[in-house]
């Protein structure tokens, strides 16, 4: 990991230091959280494509039957092949 230059904003002398213990701790932790909530939105997008549009939806909500019900298996084998993690 590189160094850490601060800046004096009012004199603009500039230092260098090494990351402490607990700076590289805090930012392998926040790095983690990203990686995570990246990976979980990716199940989402997965879903999203392969989700019945909109138009399909009112089209079986609206004619009921084997139309919702085939709807709702399509619905519910994107959730199975893209499950939350």
Known sequence: MADVIEVNVLTGEETTRSYTQQEKDNIAA???????????????????????????????LLDGGDTLTDLQAKRTAVKEKYKKS
């Open 30 to 60: 926040a790095q983690a959280d990203e990686k995570k909530a990246f990976d979980d939105s990716d199940y989402k997008n997965k879903r999203r494509a392969h989700y019945p549009t909109i138009q399909e939806a009112v089209h079986a």
